[in-house]
């Protein structure tokens, strides 16, 4: 049953027909917690532990639509969360690795990703906000927390043609930008208002 995709994304604007595709073929609801599976096709965001939420669908085919991923690139999903966007950015990409500040939201997004049939993604426990330097360049770069700027470890790693896709602001607004890396600088392909959680930085409070 497709019904949700048109309503929430393809009336929104959504057209990348792979997007659409891939948030089809992959089961939010293996990604929520058992409290909530009855809304795993809600139209919003819902909470997981640790005061962190799985984005709301619409938002995660946005910024699956914004990196214009040709299937062929490696891409880092920051903020790994439930893990639900890092399943749909592996239905749209060569590899993804994801990384996540919660060590206990990391493994349940590791076995909700075996689950879903991407047990190849790879979950590290970490700061996003320094990227994952060794396995950049990549070629697409997602981010669900929002920072005021884009964080400098993550552009340098950034390949150039790739794009960045991330909330930028403070905890009250933010707009989801995409931002390609081009020979000439950051070329900017868009965004829209938004509310994501803030990226936290080194040993910040929100434990
Ligand atoms: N993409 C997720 C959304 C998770 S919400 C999903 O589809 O479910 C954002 C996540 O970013 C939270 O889990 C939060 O713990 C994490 N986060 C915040 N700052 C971070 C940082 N500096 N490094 C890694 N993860 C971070």
Redesign the pocket.
């Known amino acids: 049953m497709a019904d949700w995709i048109d309503r929430q994304l393809r009336r929104r604007g959504i057209s990348d027909e792979r997007v659409l595709a891939a948030m089809r073929r992959v089961p939010r609801e293996r990604?929520v917690p058992p409290t909530q599976r009855a809304h795993a096709h809600d139209d919003t965001?819902l909470s997981?532990a640790?005061g962190?939420?799985?984005?709301q669908p619409y938002v995660?085919a946005l910024t699956c639509e914004l990196l214009a991923l040709d299937g062929s690139e490696r891409v880092l999903?920051?903020?790994?969360?439930?893990?639900?966007?890092?399943a749909?950015l592996a239905e749209l990409a060569a590899s993804v690795v994801?990384?996540?500040?919660?060590p206990e939201?990391a493994r349940g997004?590791s076995s909700a990703l075996r689950d879903a049939g991407h047990p190849e993604v790879e979950v590290i426990v970490?700061?996003?906000?320094?990227g994952v330097p060794a396995q950049a360049p990549f070629g697409g770069i997602?981010v669900?927390?929002a920072s005021p700027r884009v964080p400098p470890a993550l552009w340098a790693q950034l390949a150039t043609g790739g794009r960045i896709v991330l909330p930028l602001g403070d905890e009250h607004e933010q707009r989801l930008v995409a931002l390609e890396r081009t020979a000439g600088g950051p070329r900017y392909h868009g965004s829209t208002t938004v509310r994501?959680?803030?990226?936290?930085?080194?040993e910040?409070p929100?434990r």
């Open positions: 990604f965001a997981l640790h962190q939420t799985i984005s995660v999903d920051v903020g790994t969360g439930s893990g639900y966007a890092a749909v994801t990384i996540e500040r919660i939201l997004a970490g700061d996003g906000s320094l997602a669900a927390a994501f959680v803030p990226l936290v930085s080194g910040g929100g």
